[in-house]
Nanobody
Framework: QVQLVESGGGLVQPGGSLRLSCVAN????????MAWYRQVPGDEREFVAQ???????LYTDLVKGRFTISRDNAKETVYLQMTDLQPEDTAVYYC?????????WGQGTQVTVSS
């Protein structure tokens, strides 16, 4: 069993930055592929970024060049550095971890971009 706990969300002005963190409480974190998703009320949860256990990264075109995903296996933490935030980035951001057929979700952290 793995628990994922996100933090770092908040209110930021357009053009601002935030760094989200997701701490994993469990075993074999380094073997998990980790990702960030986001969801706006009434919409489906959408993929934002992924980092594999070999540190390969993938981004949705919506955030490419503005967001950076990274991981620190020693701290069992995955990060999402978000820059040049825009109102359309407003959402609840969820951490996701998957290894083979086992997947886990965090509880989410709210990011609001508004002036």
């Amino acid at each position: 069993q793995v628990q994922l706990v996100e933090s770092g969300g908040g209110l930021v002005q357009p053009g601002g930055s935030l760094r989200l963190s997701c701490v994993a409480n469990g075993r074999l974190f380094s073997m998990y592929s980790m990702a960030w998703y986001r969801q706006v009320p009434g919409d489906e949860r959408e993929f934002v970024a992924q980092i594999t256990n070999s540190h390969r990264t993938l981004y949705t075109d919506l955030v490419k060049g503005r967001f950076t995903i990274s991981r620190d296996n020693a701290k069992e933490t995955v990060y999402l550095q978000m820059t040049d935030l825009q109102p359309e980035d407003t959402a609840v951001y969820y951490c996701h971890g998957i290894r083979t057929t086992t997947a886990y979700w965090g509880q989410g952290t709210q990011v609001t971009v508004s002036s």
